[in-house]
Each structure stands twice: as structure tokens, then as C-alpha cells.
């Protein structure tokens, strides 16, 4: 492999790895819980969601439960960076490098969803060549997460000549289609609205990565969300964040509560949405083997020699066991 190849290889990597777990973990819940440095002193839980799936599994949680929780869906990352939340759950590669790089004490939690990360293309992706000159879309989580990408492969984006435009979930659709060669990380209902009627090529994560590189293959399961706490939940709310990873293990296979926010939030009808959230992989992983989890998945990192780019393996304090 050139070196050319080699170094587009570290940057593709990069943007996904992050997101891989092994497939015999399928059933069980990675969960982030890291240490806020601000204290929350509402007497209910304030759940802030990032994502469709999410969205949904605290709707039927608030709709089904006397759980003392304020669920209020966010499209931008700020709070989560300043610790402006008790529990979130968000995209798998957000809580590590929140971990590391917020001012945000946070612990994981548990695992909520795997598999709901797609690359949707223009052409076939058979092999690393066919990834050269194109467009990479990410959805826009806010500055300081476009800080995060462009501290960690800034440099490799210069080298390889790569273009990243950041995307809003709404904007998605208009901007590939003005592109003329692109690839998009994207992720459910978007796939399904995108792919409603158009002809792009869709791929797993899992199956991309086995297509570009010898190291992996389709038995790959990718953590797409995880649960992540505020550390001051733990002094003062323990009881109450127990009773609620209790219910997300309950609700992950009930009959979903599609609300009306969920239906303004993301422009799709109630029908529409309730089929795309039962096709999804809803898991709950949380514990020792969510500990486990993570630790395979930098034993990974480490194999490809990236911690320079995702920072070493976090050390017992990044998760929360109870």
C-alpha cells in the first residue's frame, strides 16, 4: 500500500473506528457516564437526546413511566461539552471524546443502539481507491465538535486533499444532491427518506470498513449511541438514574410512542417512523461487558496504531458500573 493509501486508511478510520464493537457484544448496552463540572439541581432528570432513535426511546420512557425525567432533544453539542445535562444519549464517537477533550465530567452508561451508521454514496465502494476525491458529509454537531475533527485529522485532511462539509439532519438531502461525487456518514430516518427514491449505494459501516481494509469484516457490530451521566447525578440522583437504565432495558423492544415532537423535529410522518424505529438494532449493554466492549474496540486502535488521533485507552473511571 502507498503511502498515499496508507494515510487516507488512518483518516477514513478515524472518522469511524470509533464506532465499531464486536458482534458476539450484540445484546448488551455500552454507557458513558462522565463527571459534570456542573451540578444539576432540578429535581427531575434532565435527558438531553441527539438523534431519532434516541428521541423516541424517551418519548415511550416519559409516556409509559412516573419517572421524574424533562427529555428535550438538542441538534447542537454545546451543552453537552459544558455539562448542561444529567443524562444524554448520543453518537457513539461523542461520548470518548468527551471524555477526553470537554471540561464535561461525564461516565458512560450503557449501550443504547448498534448498527444505525450508513455510507451513502454516488458510486460503488469496492475497494480504498474508490473513496479518492470525493466529498465526505458529517453531520454537524456544533463548533466545538468541528474543533474536535479538525484538531484530530486536520493535518491528514490537508495531505489528502479531502473535502468535509458539515450538515444539518434537514439539509442533508439538498446538499448530495448537489454534490458530484460524495460520500455521507449518516444514520436513520435519513437513510430511509434519502433512499426513498433515489438510486445511492448503502452501506453498513461494518461492511465499508471490510471493503477498505484487510484488518476487519462484516462481523462487526458499530456502537451507534450510548448513555452517558453527569457525575453529579451519581452524589445525588443515583436512585433515580438506576430506575431509568432499568426502564431503557424494559422499553427497547415495547411498542414505540411516536409524539408529535418527534414528527416535527424530523419532518416524518407517524407511520413512516414507526417502521423505520422497529427496524433498527436496539440494544442495552451496560456493566462489566460494556467495559469489555470498549475494551476490544481499543484494542483495535491500538492494532492500527491511531491513539494519536483518539488518545490513549480511558483509564476505570470512564465508566459507570453500578
Request: aromatic share 10%; proline share 2%; net charge negative.
Amino acid at each position: 500500500m502507498t503511502r498515499r493509501k496508507s494515510v487516507f486508511l488512518i483518516f477514513f478510520l478515524s472518522l469511524i473506528l470509533i464506532s465499531c464493537t464486536d458482534v458476539d457484544r450484540k445484546n448488551e448496552i455500552v454507557s458513558e457516564l462522565n463527571e459534570s463540572s456542573k451540578p444539576s439541581i432540578s429535581s427531575s432528570l434532565d435527558v438531553k437526546t441527539t438523534s431519532f432513535a434516541s428521541t423516541i426511546l424517551m418519548d415511550t420512557i416519559k409516556e409509559n413511566s412516573e419517572l421524574p425525567i424533562e427529555s428535550t432533544y438538542i441538534s447542537d453539542s454545546k451543552d453537552l461539552y459544558e455539562g448542561n445535562f444529567d443524562i444524554a444519549i448520543v453518537d457513539a464517537p461523542m461520548a470518548a471524546n468527551l471524555y477526553k477533550d470537554s471540561g464535561a465530567h461525564i461516565k458512560i452508561a450503557g449501550i443504547s443502539l448498534v448498527n444505525n451508521l450508513y455510507l451513502l454514496s454516488d458510486s460503488d465502494i469496492s475497494k480504498l481507491s474508490d473513496i479518492f476525491g470525493k466529498t465526505i458529509f458529517l453531520k454537524d454537531l456544533g463548533n466545538e465538535f468541528r474543533q474536535m475533527i479538525s484538531k484530530k485529522i486536520g493535518l491528514l485532511q490537508k495531505f489528502i486533499d479531502i473535502n468535509i462539509i458539515y450538515y444539518k439532519d434537514d439539509d442533508l438531502e439538498r446538499l448530495i444532491e448537489s454534490a458530484k461525487s460524495f460520500i455521507a456518514l449518516a444514520r436513520e430516518p435519513y437513510i430511509s427518506i434519502i433512499n426513498d427514491d433515489k438510486a445511492y449505494k448503502q452501506y453498513k459501516i461494518n461492511e465499508s470498513l471490510a471493503a477498505i481494509s484487510t484488518d476487519f469484516d462484516d462481523s462487526f457490530d458499530m456502537i451507534s449511541e450510548v448513555i452517558i451521566v453527569n457525575e453529579d447525578v451519581l452524589h445525588s440522583k443515583e436512585d433515580v438514574l438506576i430506575k431509568l437504565l432499568d426502564e431503557i432495558s424494559q422499553k427497547k423492544y415495547s411498542e414505540p410512542f411516536i409524539s408529535d415532537r418527534l414528527v416535527n423535529i424530523f419532518d416524518i410522518s407517524k407511520d413512516d417512523a414507526l417502521g423505520i424505529y422497529k427496524n433498527l438494532d436496539k440494544v442495552f449493554i451496560e456493566g462489566d461487558t460494556m467495559k469489555r466492549i470498549f475494551n476490544v474496540l481499543y484494542d483495535n486502535i491500538e492494532r492500527l496504531k491511531l491513539t494519536s488521533i483518539f488518545g490513549q485507552r480511558p483509564a476505570d473511571d470512564f465508566y459507570y458500573v453500578r
